[in-house]
């Protein structure tokens, strides 16, 4: 925190107070630190679009940040509402954040700085999607059915994947399949954390598929395990499979999402072997394991 507060911005400016190369230092801490599944699947990006897609995923960790690591809601509420007056000072040409002051000159550098600086654009609203999520998160009630779920996943990952897309230039019909494809990688992602999730009450499963399987929050994470347990689990790691092996369009997946979906692969196989990991911790893969899905993906 020391360093985003010493990169602070003059908010009454429209011209940034810190250098663009200490900006830019940031957002690669926040969303590129090595060995990093992001890192490895950004690294042969152009200059400038890796510059954009960089600041847009540091937005996004700095968004994430606050529902997990912020325990007082009027403390998170109140963060969270300051992102978004930041994101409304881009459209005005302020930038308050050294994040938003790389997000704004890498839109710049692929583009789309007018689509930025237009409260209605379409990138606005995906971004706008994005805080969505992270309210939903810190209001958390549940999630009734699969398609409350698909819609808090949509928020939260396909936006992301979206806007990914249009860094790239990718055609629509490109940009719409990462959309679908952050969806199944985000519920992966909620399915690595779906322990320490569910310990702190919060739990990234739709209410109906619990009752289905006869169990409840607790059952999650409670010992001895219900036998009903595995086979949700089981369940949920094959509707995941299913989903990330389904890119809706012409053509393999670019190169950034062919890495981030082959580590996803690989994720998924060590939690099905070991499904009982879910509850226990957060399946990780070894740097050089990680390196090596990398290079294969990317060819």
Known sequence: MELVESLSMNAESTR?????????????????PVGSAFRLASLKLPPARQRAVTALRALDVSLAEIPETVSEPQVAMAKLDWWREALLGMTQGRAEHPVIQSLAAGLDEVGLGAEARREDSPLIARLEERLGAARIELEYQGFAAEADLEAFLDARYAS??????????????????????GRWHGRLDRARLLGRHARIGRVYLPQDTLNRFGLDEADLYREPAPTARGALFRHELDTIRAG????????????????????DHEHLRLMQETPAQLTGG??????VRQWWLAWRAAW
């Open 160 to 181: 992301l994947f979206a806007l990914y897309g249009r860094l790239l230039d990718l055609p629509d019909e490109q940009t719409e399949a990462a959309a679908r494809l």
């Open 244 to 263: 990330l092996g389904d890119w809706q369009a012409s053509g393999r997946p670019p190169r950034l999402f062919r890495i981030l979906r082959a580590i």
């Open 282 to 287: 957060r399946v990780e893969i070894s740097p």
């Open 16 to 32: 940034p107070s810190v250098e663009p190369h200490l900006a830019a230092a940031e957002c690669e801490r926040l969303a590129r």
